[in-house]
Nanobody
Framework: QVQLVESGGGLVQAGGSLILSCAAP????????MGWFRQAPGKEREFVAY????????DYADSVKGRFTISRDNAKSTVYLQMNSLKPEDTAVYYC???????????????????WGQGTQVTVSS
């Protein structure tokens, strides 16, 4: 497991943008695939975006495809989630997650990730 620290959440109007950041330990970061998940009140945690350890593969939930972009800077051991055209239904606590590159299993399932950040609140007003 690795310690992940998120930042960048906040309150934004519908149509606006936010960028979330997730910092990880530098010595291990390049060995981890990264994901973003979110959880709204009363709902289960759901997949948002995934980025492979080398940046060669991405995946997005249909609800955010074309609006959100996941990226990583291995030199800064940081993964980002750029969120554009935000909607009220994007309101949730957003979690950064990591899993070792050797782990197999559905990348959209939270249980396949073994390290989690503390979460950051994103609120989109209408």
């Amino acid at each position: 497991q690795v310690q992940l620290v998120e930042s960048g959440g906040g309150l934004v109007q519908a149509g606006g943008s936010l960028i979330l950041s997730c910092a990880a330990p530098r010595r291990t970061f390049s060995s981890y695939a990264m994901g973003w998940f979110r959880q709204a009140p009363g709902k289960e945690r759901e997949f948002v975006a995934y980025l492979s350890w080398d940046g060669g593969m991405t995946d997005y939930a249909d609800s955010v495809k074309g609006r959100f972009t996941i990226s990583r800077d291995n030199a800064k051991s940081t993964v980002y989630l750029q969120m554009n055209s935000l909607k009220p239904e994007d309101t949730a606590v957003y979690y950064c997650a990591a899993r070792n590159l050797l782990v197999i299993g559905d990348l959209r399932i939270p249980q396949t990730f073994d390290s989690w950040g503390q979460g950051t609140q994103v609120t989109v007003s209408s």
